[in-house]
């Protein structure tokens, strides 16, 4: 049986330790506009190097059963 390589889904890195998170896109503040962040939806998988990098919420395990 083959097995399946997973990767990151934010830089398509091949890993096995991926993390569910939500994306989150951040506005700074600007001296006439307010700060903000969006939080995506839909989950993904990221690797670590991501996880360093870019604004995120990790997905809680019990959230994802509630909705099920």
């Known amino acids: 049986m083959d097995e399946v ?3 990151c889904e934010n830089c398509a ?3 096995d330790e991926l993390v569910l998170v939500r994306r989150v896109y ?4 600007r001296w006439d506009t307010p700060g903000s962040e969006q939080v995506v939806d839909m ?3 990221w690797c670590i ?5 870019y ?4 997905v809680d395990p019990d959230e994802d059963e509630a909705t099920a």
Do not use: G, K, M, Y
């Open 49 to 53: 190097s991501c996880l360093s990098q």
């Open 13 to 15: 890195t091949p890993d």
């Open 26 to 29: 951040v506005t700074p503040e």
């Open 43 to 45: 989950p993904e998988l």
């Open 55 to 58: 604004p995120h919420d990790v």
């Open 5 to 7: 390589e997973r990767a």
